[in-house]
């Protein structure tokens, strides 16, 4: 099972609607489901989806052989793209991570829009959950 906050699934379909016609991918970096508000249900060591990298579009000195080299090593355990003209699959020209969450128009969040799968492109059963990172402040 994949486990992914609503939030997450939110910002990521409209990251690809504002990109649309043109394609987004970016990292997606899970947390503890005993750090996240509102995951009791969960066991406290299940890893859920929760935080995604900016994408840097058009920008492809960053990225090297399916590598976004703007994104710290390390940072990611799953990838976002998604395909304005295309299947909910992975395709060969995807950025290939241990996860793949995939989106399609109309950018909803519905089992025929948005798909996780896994790196051999095997779909994967997903929950969404309705659950929160701790809140984070900027110190100086």
């Known amino acids: 099972m994949v486990y992914v906050t609503r939030g997450l699934v939110d910002v990521l379909l409209d990251l690809a609607s504002d990109a ?3 394609g987004v991918t970016t990292g997606v970096s899970i947390t503890s489901a005993s750090e996240l508000e509102g995951a009791d249900d969960l066991p406290p060591d299940t890893p859920v989806f929760t935080d ?3 994408p840097d579009p058009g920008n492809s ?3 090297v052989f399916g590598v976004n080299l703007s994104t710290p090593a ?3 355990q799953g990838r ?10 992975v395709t060969r020209r995807d950025d290939l991570a241990q996860v793949v969450f995939v989106a399609v128009p109309p950018w909803d969040v519905d089992e025929n829009s948005f798909a996780a799968f896994d790196r051999s492109g095997e779909r994967q059963p997903l929950e969404i959950v309705d659950a ?3 809140g984070q402040s900027l110190s100086d």
């Open 132 to 134: 929160s990172p701790p």
């Open 80 to 89: 976002f793209v998604s395909h304005p003209v295309g299947e909910l699959e």
């Open 61 to 63: 000195v960053n990225a």
């Open 20 to 22: 649309d016609p043109s």
């Open 74 to 76: 390390g940072q990611t």
């Open 52 to 54: 995604f990298f900016l």
